[in-house]
């Protein structure tokens, strides 16, 4: 199987494979979305390339704690105010790996992934669009 890099990550990506070490960790809330309240918890994630913003939606919520070492498969990129932030929900999964497989909390670098020109998603009257429930790119 192939990884992505946390510095590799771009908006809109689809199906994402990637190890990382968890640095900061959020308990679960229920908010509300255009589609019914949902469950979510909020993380700082980590690899040798930086960090990065990982929303864990539904039955993932809460799963993970810091200082995990963690391999997301099926995940999704968002951005939201020009970071770019990965996602994980019922479609992909979370699994506890050997911790020598992705770097210590210190040797993690501070950068972040941001969008590219032109990458973000637009909704109604121009602002940003979030998820990825069908609808078209507004250019």
Do not use: C, H
């Not at 990884?3 to 199906?15: H, I, P, Q």
């Not at 539904?58 to 200082?67: D, E, F, L, Q």
């Not at 941001?114 to 637009?122: I, S, T, V, Y």
């Amino acid at each position: 199987m192939e990884y992505t890099r946390v510095a590799d990550l771009k908006g809109n990506m689809d199906n994402v494979n990637i190890r990382v070490r968890v640095i900061e960790a959020g308990d679960s809330k229920v908010i509300e979305t255009k589609n019914g309240p949902r469950t979510i918890s909020e993380a700082l994630v980590g690899d040798e390339s930086g960090r990065i913003k990982l929303t864990l939606w539904g039955k993932v919520a809460g799963s993970i704690r810091p200082g995990d070492a963690i391999e997301i498969r099926g995940g999704w990129t968002t951005v939201f105010r020009g970071q770019v932030q990965l996602n994980v929900g019922q479609r992909g999964s979370i699994n506890r790996i050997d911790d020598s497989e992705v770097p210590t909390v210190d040797e993690i670098p501070e950068g972040s992934p941001r969008k590219e020109a032109g990458g973000e998603r637009r909704g109604f009257q121009g602002r940003p669009r979030y998820g990825g429930f069908g609808g078209q790119r507004r250019r």
